[in-house]
């Protein structure tokens, strides 16, 4: 008869449980879901806070998983938005048959941030830099950065290369610049969302650009990509590197805006800026994209869809410099306004 | 006083009783019981250790406000993990009341009805290798049979895909302690004109009651701290629980906190763990309660 009560106890304990949370999805409110990009993910989960607190209807949930992994929940359905710095391939917009509408939604520099004690400045130079990654330039004391930092006391220490776990459009968008700048990282791992890197490297794979910055913290002598306001947060150091004019650029708001510069958002959004001109532009600096459908079976969610974008675009970017982003230009942010329509 | 020693019948004298401290045998036998003993502690340190650490680091976060708040973006301080919590609640609850009847009943068939037949064989078969499966395998499953066709992530899948490993244990324990049940009180109960369900719910069940229980509360512990099935099922969401959309839970809030460079994150993760340790002990704790209860 006893355990009658440790039953009823745990019952009682279940429905008040399930009682509890009925109450609140009892009201009619749209909950969108979102994945992908963890790249700008600080700063859509805050964008979509604020926006689910100014719009009470409205709830948007983001879960910062990888662009790769973005991009598969959205091509699989699981759920009403998605996220990517590598935008998707045609390949991969041929699986949706409902029509994909990307769109730009900020912009962000690629870092390398390193770890050296006591070394707050570092140049590296256009041929450098992929050396590192190619597995060519070993130690950090290699002539060839020795030359670029006159008066800076590098450690003889072996350079370990931080890199992505996960299918990544970070990595995309690095690759894609060192294959631009460097024949032999092209001809050799190539770009893409994963990469084979060369075997003569010392790597270390790491999940999400929180992984990642948080590896280059834990690891002396590791240097390894990520984006700009990750490192400003945790006050990692990041290298000035070497533009196509030549010139040593430390990544900032300025010369993130002045590589966006050259960009023409073409119709159907997808930009790359490789290798950006100008003396003032940061190297390596990308939009990154939502991913929508362009029809939705439920009305409800389209419209919820677009007031977000709405949000995101009037109030959001006042927020992206803060945070470590660069907002979108005046005639990006309009012609994102006009292609937002398309989501029905 | 005179000891005869059975083998060779010459008397055995009480000085040669005596432990003597330097005989080798002795020395050999204290050498072993150091080994032995300083292995158990071995292998009792990674839990002290862990658990110092816990309420080290966890402990300085441990606050009212982490029980009733959100959990925060990069940018924020504070916050919490209260939807975790409830999120964590929520689908184990669920995965109890899946498993449980299922694995209750079958074990009743396993027991009593066809122990041997080809059907309980098979099943305890598969029962037995389902608790090595990976626990990853059952969130692809979960993921493959409910995400895909619900057409979201949602605490119900992450629910069904820990019944998944929660099941064989419920299972296997119930056959045990139905099993232990003494038959001679089954056949009493037979010859005082009970039916077999009679004897089954009247008899047999309560007598095995706290084996079972036991049995479940520690398939329910485990099911607490598993991340793998739930980052394919539940996912997070940074809002209360909404059984329909993704889900918050304890372990994939450590393990999305635990890899952030952020501080205020990272502390976050330990004190996360700690609850959900707390949470775990005191579901061992019952369940040793209820075990001992029974002698």
Known sequence: ?344 | MNFKNSGNGEPLQPDMLERRHFEVRTLKSIVLSSITIFAAVCACLPLFSVLIMLIYRGGKRLNLEVFYSLPPTAFETGGGFGNAILGTLFMIGLAALISVPFGIMAAIYLAEQGHCSRIAQTARFCAKTMTGLPSILAGVFAYAAVVLIMGHYSAWAGGIALSILMLPMILLTAEEAIKMVPSPMREAAYGMGCTPSQAMVKVTLPVAMPGIITGVVLAVARAAGETAPLLFTALFSDYWLHPNGPTASLAVLIYNYSGMPFENQIELAWAASLVLVIMVFILNIISRAIGQRKK
């Not at chain 1, 990307?102 to 130079?125: D, F, Q, R």
């Not at chain 1, 533009?243 to 900032?252: D, H, I, S």
Request: aromatic share 10%; net charge positive.
């Open chain 1, 1 to 344: 008869m006893k355990y009658k009560n440790v039953f009823k106890a745990a019952i009682l304990a279940l429905s008040v449980i399930f009682a509890g949370t009925g109450s609140v999805f009892a009201g009619d409110q749209v909950r969108l879901t979102g994945s992908g990009a963890s790249f700008p993910a600080p700063l859509y989960t805050t964008w979509f806070k604020m926006f689910s607190r100014a719009n009470p209807g409205i709830q948007v949930n983001y879960q910062s998983k990888g662009s790769g992994a973005g991009i598969r929940d959205f091509i699989n359905h699981t759920v009403d938005f998605a996220a990517s710095d590598a935008a998707m391939n045609d390949r991969e917009i041929a699986q949706v048959k409902e029509g994909v509408q990307l769109l730009p939604m900020t912009a962000g520099e690629i870092v390398l941030s390193y770890n050296l004690k006591g070394i707050k400045a570092l140049n590296l130079p256009r041929n450098v830099y992929p050396a590192i990654f190619l597995g060519k330039i070993k130690k950090w004391n290699d002539p060839a950065i020795m030359a670029a930092n006159p008066g800076v006391k590098l450690p003889d220490r072996e350079i370990t290369v931080v890199v992505r776990a996960d299918s990544s459009g970070t990595t995309f968008v690095f690759t894609k610049h060192l294959a631009t700048i460097c024949r032999d990282f092209k001809d050799g791992p190539g770009f893409g969302k994963t990469i084979n890197w060369p075997a003569g490297v010392k790597i270390v794979k790491s999940p999400k650009n929180d992984g990642v910055t948080a590896t280059i913290k834990q690891t002396p002598g590791a240097i390894g990509y990520i984006e700009y306001g990750f490192a400003r947060m945790t006050g990692l150091p990041m290298a000035s590197l070497q533009n196509r004019e030549g010139k040593f650029v430390a990544p900032g708001l300025a010369s993130g805006q002045a590589a966006l510069a050259n960009a023409e958002i073409p119709p159907d959004m997808r930009v790359w800026l490789s290798d950006p001109a100008g003396k003032k532009s940061y190297p390596i600096a990308t939009y990154t994209w939502m991913l929508f459908y362009k029809k939705y079976h439920n009305p409800q969610k389209a419209q919820a869809l677009r007031k977000m974008i709405n949000f995101c675009l009037d109030e959001g970017q006042k927020l992206s410099d803060r945070a470590g982003y660069i907002p979108l230009p005046d005639n990006v942010v309009e012609i994102v306004h006009r292609a937002s329509a398309n989501i029905k």
